[in-house]
């Protein structure tokens, strides 16, 4: 469950900038291009941070290693 939603967490800020970049295609919206990518972009590195800060908070207490949990962020910026 946790993994899941660390994984919903690093899909939304890509797929919120597909549907405002429609938007703002469509001039329903009156925000910069530029300015639609650089949130996305923030919103994007903030939830990679917070995915990986979710997952390692969730570690069983006897695991030593959380080196897999920090792939979240590498994950969250190839996305």
Known sequence: MV??????L?????????????LHVQKRVKLPLAAITILCLFMGV???ILATYIDVHNLPAG????????????????I
């Open 3 to 8: 993994f899941l939603l660390c994984f919903l």
């Open 10 to 22: 690093l899909i939304v800020a890509p797929v919120i900038h597909i549907i405002w970049s429609i």
């Open 46 to 48: 903030a939830f990679s």
């Open 63 to 78: 695991t030593r290693c959380a080196t897999p949990s920090v792939g979240f962020i590498f994950a969250g910026f190839a």
